[in-house]
């Protein structure tokens, strides 16, 4: 078997809209830099994502210089979106989490609402270091993350997602399959591990930044959303159900909390630093 290594780097600009794939990314406290910084809200400036809204798969957000994007979709106009100037902010919620953001432009809304069907507005996270802490129940005190789900990073291995496709064919759902990658949203993705071998990590290193593997991630209906049509099966929830459950989650991938910060690049070497103790 190859060692261990960091395959592919993934950021997602604007959360539940396709990103990008840098050969590199700088890891900051709260996840990677430029990572779920701006987010959509609806009426009630609740959070909204693939989950309600998979059409949100087709659409995509490039990044720019100094922390714009620039949004893209099907039968819509590019649009290029600054970082809102230093105001005013609004309290919006994602989860069960209160967090101060700054609204972005009014064509920003115009544009995200068009393409929907539905009232949202675009909102920035313009101080991650302070808004939102991680989950206590896994975080040590003023550890924070971005708009992301619940942690900093994602983890996930090319092995695992290979035996899961296996499972999906055994299971007689070939047709749905082989599902690739993009369907579980990583941040990082490793290569050279056995298959399920992430299981048992509870400290990483990726090139010269250290990890803490705090949980498995629970999967919801965005991985079965196909990530270029917007258009959704039962793989992989299904056969994750029947191999893959933990308590009341269907867990693929790590969630990741940064013990530092730095550089890490595509082939840069991984390495598990300590595992859980065996029974």
């Known amino acids: 078997m190859q060692n261990p290594f960091l395959k592919a780097v993934h950021r997602y600009p604007v959360k539940s809209v396709a990103g990008c794939a840098p050969g590199e990314a700088v890891v900051e406290p709260w996840g990677l830099a430029g990572d779920r910084r701006w987010m959509l809200v609806d009426a009630e400036r609740r959070f909204v994502t693939q989950r309600g809204r998979p059409r949100l798969a087709s659409a995509a957000a ?21 970082v809102p100037e230093p105001g005013a902010t609004v309290t919006v919620e994602v989860w069960r989490d209160k967090v101060e953001a ?3 432009s009014g064509a920003a ?45 994602l983890l996930t291995a090319t092995a695992s997602l ?38 048992d990590w509870r400290r990483i290193r990726i090139g010269e930044v250290t990890f803490r593997v705090v949980k498995p991630c629970g999967r919801c209906v965005i991985t079965t959303t196909d990530q270029r049509t917007g ?49």
């Open 162 to 199: 290979d035996a899961l496709n296996s499972l999906v064919a055994q299971g007689g759902r070939a047709e749905e399959g082989p599902l690739p990658m993009d369907r579980f949203r990583p941040n990082v993705v490793v290569a050279g591990t056995a298959p399920w071998d992430e299981d």
């Open 102 to 104: 700054v609204p972005a």
């Open 231 to 279: 258009q959704r099966g039962k793989e992989p929830l299904r056969t994750l159900a029947r191999h893959r459950r933990i308590g009341d989650q269907l867990v693929f991938g790590q969630n990741l909390i940064p013990e530092g910060t730095g550089t890490i690049r595509t082939g840069d070497p991984f390495e598990v630093l300590a595992r859980a103790p065996r029974p």
């Open 109 to 153: 809304a115009e544009w995200f609402s068009t393409y929907l069907g539905v009232p949202v507005e675009l909102v920035h996270l313009d101080d991650p270091a302070g808004r939102r802490p991680a989950d206590p129940a896994y975080a040590k005190p003023g550890e924070t993350v971005s708009f992301a789900d619940g942690f900093p990073l």
């Open 62 to 82: 490039a990044e720019l210089p100094g922390g714009a994007v620039r949004l893209t979709a099907p039968g819509m106009e590019p649009l290029t979106v600054g």
